[in-house]
Structures are given as C-alpha cells and as structure tokens.
C-alpha cells in the first residue's frame, strides 16, 4: 500500500529535474497543470455513511440527532433574528452563559486554565469582562493577551475596539513586531504577539504594569509562548495579585495545569454541528490540484449556501492557487456561480485582512484560503465545508549543522480534528481531507512537536541569559529542549560576540537585546557602524536588513521582470535591495516612482517604517555617531563599499556561507559534510551566472534556506574575497587561512 508520505515524495522527485533545465523547477506545479474541469475527472471520496454527490445526507441519519441538528438549527435562527446591535451578538456567544461563574473562578485562582470550542468567544470576551469587572482599576493597570500570530493579534483587537466602541489605538490596542498601535495612559486592553510579550521581560521583569494576562492559543506551543509560561511560572509568587489565563484547545489542557500546580480546568462547552468526514481512496500526490479540483467539485455539486475553507501552507502556495482558481473560474464563466477568493496568512498587509470577515454576496460562494491561522485563531462566520490537505509548514533545525528549514509536513491528528471542525459552526459541515483514511489512522502523528524542539534557540538563550537566568537546566520548560540544541546556541551567540567565553553575556549581548530583531542582523548593524574593518556603512546596512525584514513581496509581479527595470549591473540581491530603497528614497519617497519600476508602494512603506525604528534603535545605542565618525565621502556603490556592506554581512551570518565544490554550492562552517544547495532562480546571482554567463562565485553569502524539491538559498551575495571570512569571524574559518 502507497502511503501519502511516498505520494508525496514520488511527486517531489518527480519535481526535482537535474541542474540542466533547473529554470523549470521553481514554476510551481500548480502553473503547469492545464485544468479542465470535468464531472468524470472529479476525485473519489469515502465517507462511512454517504456519498457526497448525493446531497440527502440529512436522511441517513436517526431521528433524534436529526431532531437535535433541527432544534439547534432553529435555535440559533431564532437566536440570529434578535441580533440587532453588535453588543447583543457578544450575549450569543457561548462563554456569555458562563460569565459569572468564569469570573468567580478568576477570582478565586491566579492561574485558570480556560478551553472551549474555537469561536466559543475566548479572546474576544474575556478580557472585556476583566476590563468591565474593575481589574484594571481605570487606567492603572492593562490587560494583556497573547497571540501566536500578528494578524490574529491585529484582527482581535479590531473586532473589540467595534464592541467596545472605541477607536483602535486607544483604550483597545494592539502590539506587534514593528507596529504598536496603543497609547501610553490610555490604552487598558492590549492583543500582542508572545514575542511582544516576551520582550517586555526585558523592560520590567515583573510585567507590573499588567492586572491579567491571558495567554492566547496556548496548545499552539509556539517558543514564545512556552517561554512566556516558564517566566510567568517564575514570577507568579512575586506578583501574587496577578491574574493568569491561559486558553488552550483541549488537547493540552491538562499539562497546562499540572505545569502550574494543578490550577483548576475551566470548561465552556461550546455548539459544534456534525462535521461528515470525507477522505480520498487514494494518496493524492499534488495536493494542490487535488485541493483546486475538490474546490470546483464542491461548488458545482453542493448547495450555494455555505462557504469553503482551504487549508494550504504558506504565503506562496496560497497565492499559486488562487491565481489558478481564478483562472479556472474564467474559463468556465458564467456556467458556474460566482466565486470570492480571499487569502489569509501571517503576513497578509493589513489593508486586505478584513476582506475574510466580509459577508459573502448573494449567488456567491467564499473561497476562503487559509494558513493554519484559520485552525483556531481565527474564526470566520459561514464555512460549512473545508478542504484539508493535511499539510502545514515548519520549522526544522539541526543542531550539528546549525541550520534552519522551513520544511512542508503533514499535520498532526489534532490539527486535521481542529481543521474539520471549522466546518461545524454555523451547521452541519462536510471536511474533504485529501489523505486516505488509512494515512490518517496509521501515518499521521497524534499531536504536532511544539516548537521549542524543532527550531534555533539562540535569540531565547540571549533573551534569557539577558534577564539573568543563567541556569538554563533549571529553567521551568513545558517541554525541555535537547541539550545538543541548548549548548549550539550558546556557541553561536559565542560567535557572534554576545557572549564571552566564561558564558557570560558582553555588552554587544545587551545591545543585541535593545533591537527589535534577530541578534544576527544587530550584529550586522553594530559592525557596519563599529567594526575598524566594515564601519561607515551604516546607513546602507540599516536600508538592507529592513528590506530582508519585509516578507510580502517587493515586487509588482515577476521579480526578473521588474528588475530589469532599475538596474543592469548588480551582482547580488542585497546590493540589488539597496539600490530600490536609495532610488526611492532620492524620488522623495514617491508612489509614481513605485508604478514606474513596478515596485510595491505600500510595502516600500513598511520598510520604511522597519527602517525607522531599526535606525532609532542604533541611535539610543550610540551607534549613529559612531558610524558619523568613520564615514569617508563616497559616491555610488564602488567596491570599498560592497566590501564593507559584505563584510558586516559575514559578521551577522558566518554560518550561512556557502562554498563552491566540484559537485555545486556546499555549506560550511565548523560541521563536516556540507550540504549541497542551490541557488533560487529568483536570486540576482543566480540570473548573471546562468543568463549573463558570468564566472561562478567561489563564496555567497546568503540570508535563507529552504526546501522545497530541492535545497535553495535564497537572498545572496557573493564574498569576493574569502580572506575576509578569516578576517572577520577567525572562529569560524580558522582552515581558510593558509591556503
Ligand atoms: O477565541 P474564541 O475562538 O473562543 O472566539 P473569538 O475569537 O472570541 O470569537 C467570538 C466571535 O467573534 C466569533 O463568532 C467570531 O466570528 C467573532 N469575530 C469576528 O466577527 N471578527 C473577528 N475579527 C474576531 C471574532
Ligand atoms: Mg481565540
């Protein structure tokens, strides 16, 4: 029997061509697939009751639950007639029955732990009842919520400012990485990100300006917030008077408990409809067409009346696929009802997340394209069917190599359980997994790893050791991390300055801290303005990191194409940032200039914005003058100063360094074997090599690995002279030196 791990990974090799027509390999399959939608073609689905072309479900089932479905049903029409304002709907929610009681048990307790059906009204409600019950004294002290993700964080704290009926930014606010929306003395209620969080730590190490905290998702088990629950277990008895919610999928609940002295479990049961379970017959190996062909199947077979939700894993698949649904949905015109697509994922710009709250037009259906944001952190109203591939994407780090992939997984049971539970909430639903039933019995695991197992802990270390902590043995983990893990990260701070070699942290640690990024690229910025052999490039450097800081795409359409634009002769990607941001800059900032050379405005302003506050950040830090001091007069990029902008690089990144090998790129740094890479088609390296026939680069520099069908690094720049490597991070590159 196939399983849907080989399916997968047939399709990948199947993708993986060899170097010689590599342009073909980054044409997402998706591209490439002609489709042609065709009733005879449309995938098989086992189900144990019923057939899903047969829409008469209702029948097969026994007349109590029918009865119950019924009087839920009508329940809630009933229910839905009365709302008329926006602060009655609040009263629907479920949580609203148990308000009393949740209050009295927040009293009663400092830590709760609260669990209830997604949409159940969690993040919304309970901090405006601690806010209504007096806990914040007025303005004295806020109520803080975690979020795993920004545009949950941002979202949330919309919704709440309308119930609350106060502008967003004042008494409701949000803070996320690069964006703070709440003000001083004013704002009482505060959605964040757990990183957010986690850096408060650093300002006020007892968090004593907050009443409550509520940890948000927290059977996410994102680093943050497993970090923010160690410190937060380390400081309740100091602060006894602080509140601690902690909302959690049931899943986790217990160990949340037990974590915190065996705090009580508070249940809000929630209103779930029958969800019919649908699964392929057999593994489907590209599950993005499985997923486009099951989205047509569902429209053209089933009722108009309820709206679909596609899981897929990230930024990129998600625009693939809705480009081809589009396509798809114009060819077959007005033979099929009309479609709205709207995507959600983390970094999904601001001014298009309210588009999946939108309500769906008449004789249209919703196509909603969702990370696995949409699992528990956001509910959105009217999805009756969802479509499951059973992928997600996640962060994967190897100690010995001390590399990070993002890699496409297939989930856990819990998660594809939560998935198909999103189909449940306005009435029976129907989830379309593209796995079998015996791939979801046998290969899947129970529940997904939480992260602080999967990923690089240098910056936590950093964070932790900055607080003080300096027994990371002893520290209270919810799960502790591999020690191999533990002792790679301290090497790399170690590497990068931060720590001295007793394991104390150094003052460029403490530095490191102060900026709201990866130590990695404070480490550039402080060299550039510092270092005796890269300072005087500040300046450039600050313009680079925060366009690598932006993750939407800079470009309007095809990067190639809109480059070709600005400039002929670059010869890396960094270099190629610069020039886009120094243009734009000397345009004064201009959209017409953003239109003229096909770049993204609103994106432009991001970084600028990045820009801003990373250039504050260096001169609170003394850095600026430093950098002043340094400066000779130059004009245009000459190598003096590509040299330098490489060499700050190197300082931040030197185990991200790839040399060339009779075989093609290797990684290096101080593991044996190296691993082969390849340069993403998109990078500016990778077009002068192949289409410019320039000569191949000895050392790149580069900023990102991924995985896909191949290894790709993405975001380079070549290291003209490999004497720099030794000359900069000796620690490192000892070998080099003699040869
Ligand atoms: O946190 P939990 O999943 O328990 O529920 P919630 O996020 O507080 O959502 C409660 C209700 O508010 C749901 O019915 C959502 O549809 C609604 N909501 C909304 O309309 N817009 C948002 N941005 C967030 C929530
Ligand atoms: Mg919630």
Redesign the pocket.
Known sequence: RRTRQQAWEEHQLENAVSKENIDEIYVPDSEKYEFVFDKNAMIDFTNDSDDMLDDSDAESEDSAEKEERNNLLSQLEVEEKRIKTISESRKL?P?FAYRDELMSAIKENQALIIV??????????LPQYLVEDGYTQGTKFQIGVTQPRRVAAM??A??VSDEMNVILGQEVGYSIRFDDKTTANKTILKYMTDGMLLREFLIDPLLSKYACIMIDEAHERTLATDILLGLLKNIMEKRTELKLLI?SATVNAKKFSKFFNDCPIFNVPGRRFPVDIHYTLQPEGNYINAAVTTVFQIHTTQSLDGDVLLFLTGQEEIENTREKIEEIALKLGNRIPQLLITPIYANLPQEQQADI?QKTPENCRKIVLATNIAE?S??I?GIKYVIDPGFVKENSYVPSTGMTQLLTVPCSRASVDQRAGRAGRVGPGKCFRLFTKHSYENDLEAMPRPEIVRTNLSNTVLLLLSLGITDLLHFPFLDKPHISTLTKSLENLYILGALNSKGQITELGKMMCEFPCEPEFAKVLHSAATHPQCNGVLDQCLSIVSMLHETTSIFVGNKKEATSHIVSDIDSDHMLYLTIYEEWRAANYSRTWCQDHRIQFKTLLRVRNIRNQLARCCDKLGLTKRNQAAIVQQAGHDNVMVGKITKSLISGFPLNVVKLTPSGYQTIGKAKGGLLVNLHPSSVIFQNQKEKGKKLDKYILYQQLMLTSKEFIRDCIPIQNEKWLFEIVPQVFNGIKGK
């Open positions: 929610l949580v209830g059906e997604t949409g159940s009204g969690k993040t919304t409600q979202s949330v919309s919704r909302s709250f528990t956001l509910t109203d």
